[in-house]
């Protein structure tokens, strides 16, 4: 299944002193799971809704999830 969040784990040394974060995330943009702009593309109906997204195709939209709200977050 695609998602654009991906996981992983650093090494934790037995000797580190702080606590560590055990699992990271990062967001990759969708742009990279398409090879080329396919013609035909749905935009969004409104230019409102497109400036709100910060592109005129839905596909092509990425969120930036806010952790303190329940978004994707480090572990």
């Known amino acids: 299944m695609f998602t654009q969040y991906k996981y992983w784990k650093p090494y934790i040394s037995p000797f580190d002193p702080?606590?560590?974060?055990?699992?990271?995330?990062?967001?990759?943009?969708?742009?990279?799971?398409?090879?080329?702009?396919p013609p035909g593309l749905p935009q969004f109906q409104s230019p409102r809704e497109a400036l709100?997204?910060?592109t005129l195709w839905p596909q092509l939209f990425s969120p930036y999830p806010n952790p303190e709200k329940g978004g994707v977050k480090n572990e």
């Open 18 to 37: 702080c606590p560590p974060i055990r699992v990271k995330s990062f967001a990759t943009p969708p742009q990279l799971y398409m090879g080329f702009q």
């Open 52 to 54: 709100m997204a910060g």
